[in-house]
């Protein structure tokens, strides 16, 4: 039987490693906290923490699933590599950069930046393959089952993780 401590564990620290490169939610954090104060950066953190908890038991639930069929797993391998190969075209080819002046909104609830969290971790879906390939893989070791506790225990030490990454960012981005 897998502890679930040990989950939540390799949940936080797992998360930790995804999160801690920059990126558009730890720069936006950051951001947002040396404009406006840690309190609105917080807020922000605390919206995509609620989305990444949501994403990953998404995560756990498809990775549940891929065990029991991996059959399904060729299949997404072909789908992957073309989306990556369109992606790469439309990058490479179509998409031409042009500098665009962005104007400051003035945001005055502390609500508007957790939905603003909250949706730009939304639209980021590379947690979900993430996550999916970090529980089948602490599952092959069996590190983790997919029962709901331990699903649960990934997922919550998955938040925290993201969390406190966006925190550090938060409190010692100026330093």
């Not at 590379?126 to 069996?142: D, K, V």
């Not at 997919?146 to 406190?164: L, N, P, Q, W």
């Amino acid at each position: 039987i897998v502890d679930i401590t040990i989950v939540f564990i390799l949940g936080l620290f797992l998360a930790l490693i995804g999160v801690v490169p920059p990126g558009l939610l730890n720069m936006t954090a950051a951001k947002i906290s040396l404009k406006e104060g840690h309190v609105r950066g917080i807020m922000f953190s605390i919206g995509v923490c609620v989305t990444v908890f949501a994403q990953t038991y998404v995560a756990a639930i498809f990775a549940r699933y891929l065990s029991k069929h991996p059959e399904v797993i060729g299949i997404l391998r072909i789908v992957a590599l073309i989306i990556f190969i369109l992606i790469t075209i439309y990058f490479l080819f179509i998409a031409k950069s042009s500098p665009k002046q962005q104007k400051e909104p003035k945001i005055k609830s502390k609500h508007s930046r957790f939905f603003q969290g909250m949706f730009l971790s939304g639209i980021n879906m590379f947690p979900i393959p993430y996550q999916s390939y970090m529980t089948i893989t602490l599952a092959s070791f069996g590190w983790m089952t997919f029962e709901k506790t331990s699903i649960m225990a990934y997922v919550i030490g998955a938040a925290t993780g993201t969390f406190v990454t966006l925190y550090m960012y938060i409190f010692f981005f100026n330093k």
